[in-house]
């Protein structure tokens, strides 16, 4: 039997090696190129979100006062309750704020100390607020 000649083994071995690296170049330009837009969105919903947070106005013994600051919707609101042993999350009857609304919420604080409110700005980066006894927005009434 007779064996190919080592040119025609060379030309093929340099045809397939150049096949090869075509193909891997259009699978990391594609890879790259779907990578890039997914990332890009999600900074420009990070930029567009700068300013948004969940402002609590005041944390009375009653009624939560809370508001968004930005132009952005926050959705999916809710808050924690602490006292430094016990947790309780509270949903909202209000769980979107659009474009620096103010609403309020019925709660009672009784002995809680911390109030942290959490949300989506347009439906995929956090946002929150904070509110504790040491703050001015922990109101006595």
């Known amino acids: 039997m007779k064996a190919i000649s080592p040119m025609i083994a060379t ?21 790259t190129t779907s990578q890039t837009g997914i990332t890009g969105a999600a900074a420009q ?5 700068g300013g948004a947070s969940i402002n609590i106005e005041s944390a009375g013994s009653t009624i939560i006062r809370f508001s968004n600051p930005s132009l952005q ?5 809710q808050f924690l309750a ?6 309780w999350l509270i949903t909202p009857t209000t769980t979107s704020l659009t474009t620096a609304n103010a609403t309020t919420q019925a ?3 009784g002995t809680n100390t911390t109030l942290t ?3 989506l700005c347009l439906s995929s980066v956090p946002v ?3 509110c504790d006894n040491t703050m001015s927005c922990w109101t006595v009434s």
């Not at 030309?11 to 890879?31: D, E, H």
């Not at 919903?45 to 979100?49: G, I, K, L, M, V």
């Not at 602490?82 to 947790?87: E, K, L, P, R, V």
Request: aromatic fraction near 10%; glycine fraction near 14%; proline fraction near 0%.
């Open 45 to 49: 919903n990070y930029t567009r979100c």
């Open 73 to 77: 919707t926050v959705s999916s609101i």
């Open 128 to 130: 929150g607020g904070r």
């Open 107 to 109: 709660w009672v604080k």
């Open 11 to 31: 030309i093929l071995l340099i045809a397939f090696t150049v096949a090869v690296g075509g193909i891997l170049s259009v699978w990391f330009s594609t890879t």
């Open 117 to 119: 409110a959490t949300g």
């Open 82 to 87: 602490t006292d430094g042993a016990n947790s």
